[in-house]
C-alpha cells in the first residue's frame, strides 16, 4: 500500500520557520516528481513547490525565496523548509507525487 505521511506542521508566529517532511512508503518515488500544495481555511487547494526526480526545483510566487524543497532518495522523503512565514501562510501543507496524495499537516502562523 502507497503512503505519504507529512509531518512538522505547527504553530508559529510571524517570522518564524518551519520543516515539513513527507515520508513516503510502498514504493520507491525517486524517479518522480514530488511536490507539496496547501489549502487554507474557505480557499481552494493551491501548489507550493514541486521537485524533479533530478533535483529542479519549482515554487508558487507567493513562497519563492521563502521556502525551499528538497529531498533524500535514499529516505523515500521530500522537505519543505518555509522561513519568514506570515498569516497568509497558514494552511493544511499536503504532499503529492503521480497520483498519490497524503493527508497533510497544519501550519498555523499567528500574528
Known amino acids: 500500500q502507497v503512503q505519504l505521511v507529512e509531518s512538522g506542521g505547527g504553530l508559529v508566529q510571524t517570522g518564524g520557520s518551519l520543516r515539513l517532511s513527507c515520508a513516503a512508503s510502498?514504493?520507491?518515488?525517486?524517479?518522480?516528481?514530488m511536490g507539496w500544495f496547501r489549502q487554507g481555511p474557505g480557499k481552494e487547494r493551491e501548489f507550493v513547490a514541486r521537485?524533479?526526480?533530478?533535483?529542479?526545483?519549482y515554487y508558487a510566487d507567493s513562497v519563492k525565496g521563502r521556502f525551499t524543497i528538497s529531498r533524500d532518495n535514499a529516505k523515500n522523503t521530500v522537505y519543505l523548509q518555509m522561513s519568514s512565514l506570515e498569516p497568509e501562510d497558514t494552511a493544511n501543507y499536503l504532499c503529492?507525487?503521480?497520483?498519490?496524495w497524503g493527508q497533510g499537516t497544519q501550519v498555523t502562523v499567528s500574528s
Open positions: 510502498g514504493r520507491s518515488f525517486s524517479g518522480d516528481a
Open positions: 521537485i524533479t526526480s533530478s533535483g529542479r526545483d
Open positions: 503529492y507525487s503521480i497520483g498519490y
